[in-house]
């Protein structure tokens, strides 16, 4: 059962002001009245009135400019100039984006006899994502502007046992699947996410973003269990203050190891290591000394440790290939990339976790997947199985710090659960 709990220690200030953006259309003419000196003191949140004006929203089009996106809606090229010119430093109109959306703030201009001439565009606001807007006076003088939705930040504790999957799973707990990468950053030395078992369990404390009530990022990871026939994995997080590893377990030993569980982010498996193979081209029986990882086209595949690259090209069945040699005993593979890494190509070195590729389906290949290999002192091992050495463990001098910060979390961690 999930419980969502919210307490003093859990619970973040939420930033100021709610957004105010109401839908009209085809409003009459609306006076204004005078305008007191200390109107700015009281301007809602996104800088002017609002309801006062005709509301229409839009969207950025394919390949559409700034100037033509501001004429669009009905502003002169010369005025669309000038509110250009007036973004300087707030805002870079070369990266506006097509298909966010625009809303455009109109006000019916009159003759001075009541009767109305037409539409005069007053204000644009542009969603840069959920929660940022830029703001445009396109009137004289022009102006722009920031402004930003207010965000929650909470603590939150999950708790999710395997039964179908990890995703589905963390669904089924009312948590959000976006927990999921950073947990699994986390164990990627420890845990093997493409093997989880029915019954395992993951117990988490951390920190998430919401707006409008929609989770918008999960943050810091204070504290996590990985539960497997009951044995136990904690992960502490534990600044040391020299940049390195965050995240040890009970005993001061780093979770981070020589070597990543694997290559990729959470997929699946789509073909295991084997001896004994029938192969889905040529329909031969033959070895298969590697572990497939289905997964879409472009996904960046890392290196899982620290090493040299060797070979970087086309392979006949491999297509395109990476190969980096760890170290004296351990070299990996990966294949059938649609294409290379940034800067990636032979004698490069290369650091645990660089993308040195993306997932393709090039060489002997029925379909997007990356073809990983591990070869021990010259001989192919099921990456599944590597046994990866850890890491520095914690300074002596911090060892007390982090058993007190582990005794805390957990007698924490207890107390949630039985609620």
Not at 279 to 301: L, N, S
Request: with cysteine.
């Amino acid at each position: 059962m999930q419980r969502k709990i919210l307490y003093n220690l859990f619970v973040f200030l939420p930033l100021t002001y709610a957004l105010l953006l109401p839908g009209c259309k085809g409003k009459a003419p609306v006076d204004e009245g005078e305008v007191v000196e200390d109107v700015k003191d009281t301007l809602p949140p996104l800088g002017f009135w609002p309801d006062s004006l005709d509301l229409s929203e839009d969207v950025v089009r394919n390949g559409e400019t700034f100037t033509g996106l501001m004429n669009r809606l009905g502003l002169s090229m010369s005025d669309a100039l000038k509110v250009a010119q007036a973004c300087d430093t707030v805002f870079d109109v070369r990266k506006m984006r097509a298909g966010n959306k625009v809303q455009a703030y109109c006000q019916f201009d009159t003759s001075g006899t009541g009767s109305s001439i037409g539409p005069s565009l007053k204000y644009v606001v542009y969603e840069s994502n959920k929660i940022d807007r830029v703001i445009f006076r396109t009137t004289e003088p022009f102006e722009v502007w920031r402004w930003s939705k207010p965000v929650e930040s909470t603590r939150e504790y999950a708790d999710v046992t395997i039964r179908t999957s990890l995703w589905n799973d963390m669904l089924a707990a009312g948590r959000s699947p976006q927990l999921i990468v950073p947990l699994s950053d986390i164990y990627a030395w420890s845990v093997d996410f493409f093997g989880l078992q029915p019954g395992d369990r993951f117990r988490v404390l951390y920190e998430q973003r919401t707006c409008d009530d929609e989770i918008i990022a999960v943050d810091t990871i204070y504290y996590a269990e990985f539960i497997r026939d009951g044995k136990l994995i904690p992960a502490i997080m534990f600044d040391q203050g020299d940049g390195g590893n965050l995240y040890w377990n009970e005993k001061g030993e780093s979770l981070r190891k020589e070597f990543l569980k694997a290559p990729l982010k959470f997929t699946r498996i789509s073909s295991g290591f084997s001896y004994n193979r029938k192969h889905p081209v040529t329909g031969r029986v033959r070895p298969h000394t590697a572990v497939d990882y289905a997964a879409p086209v472009g996904t960046p595949v890392m290196t899982i440790g620290d090493g040299t690259v060797i070979s970087a090209g086309w392979t006949n069945g491999g297509g395109n290939t990476v190969k980096v040699r760890h170290n004296s005993v351990y070299t990996t593979s990966y294949m059938h990339l649609s294409r290379y890494g940034s800067g990636i190509r032979s004698g490069v070195r290369v650091r645990q976790g660089d993308v040195i590729g993306y997932v393709g389906s090039t060489g002997m290949s029925t379909g997007p997947h990356l073809d990983f290999r591990v070869w021990k002192n010259g001989s192919p091992v099921n990456p599944l199985k590597l046994d990866s050495p850890p890491s520095e463990p914690i300074r002596p001098e911090n060892m007390p710090a982090l058993d007190s910060t582990f005794r805390h979390y957990r007698q924490l961690i207890d107390t949630l659960s039985e609620r």
